[in-house]
Nanobody, 134 residues
Framework: QVQLVESGGGLVQAGDSLRLSCAAS????????MNWFRQAPGKEREFVAA????????YYADSVKGRFTIFRDDPKNTVNLQMNSLKPEDTAVYYC???????????????????????????WGQGTQVTVSS
């Protein structure tokens, strides 16, 4: 009943910026988080960033702190990932996902580690490719 569609990927040079978007449709829940994951060839899918459904709280992986920003665009019912200062190691397929938290997430520090695991996600998009050349 929930569909997630990513867009915005492409080929850029190191130091450039990209903005990814995840459009959500169907039934949604207030007590949920929208996450971005990424997976490079030969590597496990890893957590990138998360935002609460109302956009008030965020959480980031250490590898992207200070460079990536996750935010919601409510009029378009989308979740965006602004990626700045891109590095070759950011090259991966980026996936949007939704997890039902079952409890309210009202502070950044209240983010639970279980919400960032691949197995915990309830819905996945099909991914969008991001390639960063040196």
């Amino acid at each position: 009943q929930v569909q997630l569609v990513e867009s915005g990927g492409g080929l850029v040079q190191a130091g450039d910026s990209l903005r990814l978007s995840c459009a959500a449709s169907g039934r949604t829940f207030s007590w949920s988080a929208m996450n971005w994951f990424r997976q490079a060839p030969g590597k496990e899918r890893e957590f990138v960033a998360a935002v609460s459904w109302n956009g008030s709280s965020t959480y980031y992986a250490d590898s992207v702190k200070g460079r990536f920003t996750i935010f919601r665009d409510d009029p378009k019912n989308t979740v965006n990932l602004q990626m700045n200062s891109l590095k070759p190691e950011d090259t991966a397929v980026y996936y949007c996902a939704q997890v039902f938290t079952q409890v309210p997430w009202v502070k950044d520090g209240d983010y639970q580690s279980s919400w960032s695991t691949v197995a915990s996600q309830d819905y996945w998009g099909q991914g969008t490719q991001v390639t960063v050349s040196s």
